[in-house]
Structures are given as C-alpha cells and as structure tokens.
C-alpha cells in the first residue's frame, strides 16, 4: 500500500510517498481502509521535531493523526465492530498512520461515524472534537451554570466545542468573525463580540474559564476576563509544569517544561488564574459521545474545498502552514463512497 512518510525531523521537513506493506490487525486491532485523513497543524508540529518531548517516533514513520473509513478486517479480540461499517479517530498519539491506504487502529481509539456526515466530513471531526470535549470536561472540569469564553471560537474549534458546553450546561461566550454571528447565536451563545468591532476584554461580566484559541497575543485580554481562580485552557501557547505532572513525564521532561512554561506561569499566577495546556489523546469512548451531539445538531464541520490526493501531501501541509483553508484540509485515498 501507499503511505506518506517522515524520514527525518528538519524545520523545512518534506514527506515521502512510499509502498510499504498493508498492517495485519492484532487481536484488538480494527483494520480500516481509509477514505479521507485530515491535515492539521499537528503534522507540522511533528515533522518539525516540535513534540519530540512528547512523542518520539522510530523514523520513518507513516504521518496523519485522524481519519475516516470503512471496516476491513477485525481482530480476534474485537466484537465492537465489523467490515462495512463507517468509523473514524484520533489516532493513538504513539501510532499514528492516517496518511495510508490501510491503518491497523486499536478498538479503543475507534468510533462509529456521525449519521449525518459522509467520509469527508466525518474525517474533520475527531481531533477538535476531542479537544473540545476533553478540555471541557478534564482540564477544566466544568460545572453546569458556570460561564466559558472562547476567543477566536467562530472557527471549526468552536463549532463542536459550543454545542459541547451548551450540552454540559454551561454559558458560552464566543469572539470572532461578524458572519458567523447569527449561526452561533442560534447555536446558543449567550454573547458574541465582532473581533473588529467589539473589545469583549471590556464589555464581558467575569468568567469561570477561558478556552485560547488565538495564542500568546490574546493572554492578556484573556486574563482580564477571568474570575480570580478562574482557568485559562491553551489550545496554542504552549505546555508547563502541570502539563509535565498531569501526562506523567520524566522528571528531567518536567525541568524542561516548567522552564519553558514558566513565563505564562508567572503571569497567570499573577492574575490568579490556573494555566493549562491541552494536547489531545486519542478516546473511542469520548468520540461515541461527540457523534451523538455532532448527529443531534446536524453539525456539518468546515472543510477546505480542494481536496488533495496522497502525491500532494506537501502541497497540503503547505497550506495548512501558509495558507488560509476554508476549512478542514483532507486527502482522499479511496474513490469508493
């Protein structure tokens, strides 16, 4: 089978399409023919060497981290799913593989897809999905009628992560562009800021937890709205010491992450607010779950028009590093609906 692979880390990384053997299923495995895999922004950090600290692969190594596809072959331990059906995940962070024509993929990290979508749409769900809901529900633990401000959150973050809230019963406030207003209005936000018009920093009653979106430029916007003991939640900024203790990494892992974190450290402290820093694991269970909401409110995630085949994968990550998708960046690897 065809497979895009990294052979090296470099700042300037290139992948190459390579045939190497189709994977046999172990006993918990589920063998998938894949339809479409996502490129994201996480495909960067990792040929780039950025997560090594988190995750270091065995090179070469088949890139891709979420997909969607079709059953082929399960393994003896297997009785959750069966060829034929449509699936879809976020691959396991240590075995990723999306980028190939077959993923041998643990039933764990395995979902059913969303009624409502195709095999294109369904691939740009699981990966910001499960941020959303695992944000929602681990880093900050929220609780019903507490209140969240997501800045930049009129993107594919916010568009599961509201309905996740709203579900969770919490108050959700969101700034972004001025034609996504009525859409996310109607999807239950509570207050929607024109990021060129409206100064939410100024306008907003204080909140129980921020979700960052945008980067270090927002933090301290973002920190005048927070409660004191309020949480910030970083999807960009970048890991610190608790993110070291709560994945349980090496205590030289956690020097280096509390001197990297340090500075946004000193700075939250400062205000009062507790920083954290999320990166997404792969959860079948989880992904269940975001089916059911992504079904229940007919929610049809963005994708970037062009769609691109295995051969211009670079094509592709370059424009998810440089360019501006309308939307999820997909490869399709299967002409079969």
């Known amino acids: 089978m065809q497979a895009a692979q990294l052979k090296k880390y470099h700042k300037q990384f290139k992948l190459e399409v390579n ?43 088949t890139m891709g981290n979420e997909f969607s596809g079709k059953v082929v072959a399960v393994g003896k331990k297997v009785t959750t799913f069966h060829p034929e059906e449509a699936v879809y995940a976020r691959l396991p962070l ?17 979902a059913l897809m969303p009624a409502n979508l195709d095999f294109a749409h369904a691939a740009a769900v699981p990966l910001t999905g499960l941020t959303a809901y695992q944000g929602l529900h ?14 930049g959150g009129s993107g594919s973050f916010g568009q599961l992560a509201i309905p996740i809230a709203k579900q969770m019963g919490l108050e959700v406030a969101v700034s972004g562009n ?3 207003r009525a859409e996310l209005l109607e999807m239950g936000v509570a207050d929607y800021f024109d990021y060129r018009q409206d100064n939410y920093w100024t306008q907003l009653a204080p909140v129980d937890y921020v979700i960052d979106t945008v980067g270090k430029s927002e933090l301290e916007h973002e920190l005048t709205v927070l409660k004191p003991g309020g949480r910030l ?48 694991r792969s959860s079948g269970t989880q992904l269940t779950e975001i089916s059911k909401i992504v079904t229940q409110n007919n929610i049809e995630p963005a994708i970037e028009p062009r769609t691109f085949r ?25 002409d079969e609906e």
């Not at 681990?138 to 800045?151: C, D, F, S």
């Not at 946004?264 to 997404?280: C, E, M, N, P, S």
């Open 94 to 110: 240590n075995h990723i593989g999306a980028f190939a024509e077959y993923v041998a993929v643990d039933q764990a990290a395995l």
């Open 178 to 180: 001025a034609r996504r």
């Open 19 to 61: 045939e190497i053997a189709k994977p046999t299923p172990k006993d918990n495995e589920v063998l998938v023919r894949v339809k479409y895999a996502a490129v994201n922004p996480l495909e960067l950090l990792i040929g780039t060497g950025s997560v090594r600290l988190i995750q270091n692969y065995q090179l070469p190594v």
């Open 138 to 151: 681990e880093e900050l633990n929220a609780q019903p009628g507490q209140r969240v401000m997501i800045p």
């Open 233 to 280: 939640l970083s999807l960009r900024m970048g890991p610190n010491r608790q993110f070291a203790i709560s994945h349980h990494l090496s205590v030289w892992k956690r020097l280096l992450f509390t001197g990297a974190g340090r500075t946004l450290d000193q700075k939250t402290a400062k205000a009062g607010v507790d920083y954290r820093f999320i990166f997404v």
């Open 310 to 334: 295995l051969q211009e994968i670079n094509t592709a990550l370059a424009l998810v590093a440089t360019g501006h998708p309308q939307g999820k960046v997909l490869i399709k690897l299967d």
